[in-house]
């Protein structure tokens, strides 16, 4: 039997994706098949196909590292899950397609009230943001949070985040239809930084002390910035560098503030390390999600067979929140 698939032959331009018929995976004893309904769209997923991802998976792949739709079939030694459960599943691979096998312990059971769309994206957004602003940070209520890149799918989860945790929450973005957005999604104060400068609005913000943390995703001349507005014990969380420029810091700034820098990179925890602690991490977020405390913005739809068409929206900065594809 076949199923389709979008299929990466050769790294480099994301114009190579092809969009075909595939050969179903055998399914081994701890896994589980999963007829995919939605899968999201982030920046790794570019990055992997075009050769830039610390990871390169053996040629040809699919791309595509998170979605959500039901259980089709279970391997012989898998016990928690059966045929007609709803999940979402997190891998670094294998989510454009119509079907994915994959090991039972990357799969999570959903709530009834969560539809297939918030569940292949509250995983690489509220996840990552939890697992950065709780476990890392340890941001607590009455500190002041910056969020960088804040319209994307983590920044507009930690927007929300923050504020349940009690923060004051400043989000930075680079254009005026952004700083709209982030303001309705509950952000107290925003930045423009496509007309202002942001370390200055940020020392403005807080009275000259700088912020208590701050969460990067762009890098280059922000995070240049970040580190000369981080409040004394601040710290800086390192999420990306969708700037495109990774940047190297005069340590001597962190040292004269007691800061800290943060580095997280939830795919190195969150794929295959702490299947445990990514059980708590998800039962919390579940439990937010079905008392309707979050929820994550989608601002794009596009069938699978224009997963290009979708990622060259995301580079294009054309994304508020997520993008997703849709298998069925």
Known sequence: MTMKAIVCKEFGSIDNLVFEKNERAPLGSTQV??????????????????????????LPYTPGSCGAGEIIEVGDSVSNFKA?????????????????????????????????????????TYSPSWYALVERAALKSGETLVITGAAGGV?????????????????????????????????????????????????????????????????????????????????????????????????NLPLLKNASIVGVFFGGWGMGKDHEGIRRLNAKLLELAATGQIKAHVSHRFPLDQTVKAMHTLLGREAIGKIILTAR
Not at 36 to 50: K, T
Not at 171 to 187: C, D, F, I, L, T
């Open 155 to 251: 920044g507009m989860a930690a927007i929300r985040l923050g504020k349940l945790l009690g923060a004051r929450v400043i989000a930075a973005v680079g254009s005026e239809a952004k700083v709209q957005a982030v303001r309705a999604n509950g952000a107290d104060e925003v930045i423009n930084y496509g007309v202002e400068n942001f370390r200055d609005r940020v020392k403005e913000l807080t009275g000259g002390k700088g912020a208590d943390v701050i969460l990067d995703v762009i890098g280059g001349d922000i995070f240049d910035q970040c580190i000369r507005c981080v409040n004394m014990w601040g710290r800086i969380i390192v999420m990306g560098f969708a700037s495109g420029r990774i940047p190297t810091v005069p340590m």
């Open 33 to 58: 098949r999963i007829a995919i309904h939605v899968a999201s769209l982030g920046f790794m997923d570019i990055l992997m196909a075009r050769g830039l991802y610390q990871l390169k998976p053996p």
């Open 84 to 124: 007609g459960d709803r999940v979402s599943f997190l891998n670094y691979h294998g989510a454009y397609a119509e079907e994915i096998v994959t090991e039972a312990v990357t799969a999570i059971q959903i709530p009834d009230a969560m539809d297939f769309e918030q569940a292949a994206t509250y995983r690489l």
